[in-house]
């Protein structure tokens, strides 16, 4: 069974930064595309960042480029976003994902989601 669980998210003043992280289980990186989605007050969810499982390419929304990094840790089985240089749009709730294969598009697979604040 393919389990995420988030931690990392609070509240944070603009400027600063948070790493979020998500522990796994149930399934390996090799064969699964990872990555963060978010969800902010009365929009739809959107894709922060995936890394595709046959390349290792990583993706980043236009927004969040050059301020977020993502990492992984096989060997801990866990995923991390590097947030820094935040603004108060970036308040949202941040979901580890995983999808089949390269599916950074639609992921099978959603965590219970960390709560990011960020204050102007």
Do not use: H
Not at 36 to 46: F, M, N, S, T, V
Not at 80 to 100: I, R
């Amino acid at each position: 069974e393919v389990q995420l669980v988030e931690s990392g998210g609070g509240l944070v003043q603009a400027g600063g930064s948070l790493r979020l992280s998500c522990a796994t289980s149930g399934f390996t990186f090799d064969d699964y595309a990872i990555g963060w989605w978010r969800e902010a007050p009365g929009k739809e969810r959107e894709g922060v960042s995936c890394i595709r499982s046959s390349d290792g390419s990583t993706y980043y929304e236009d927004s969040v480029k050059g301020r977020f990094t993502m990492s992984t840790n096989s060997a801990k089985n866990a995923i991390y976003l590097q947030m820094n240089s935040l603004k108060p749009e970036d308040t949202a709730v941040y979901f580890c994902v995983a999808g089949y294969g390269d599916d950074c598009i639609d992921p099978s697979f959603w965590g219970q989601g960390t709560q990011v604040a960020v204050s102007s």
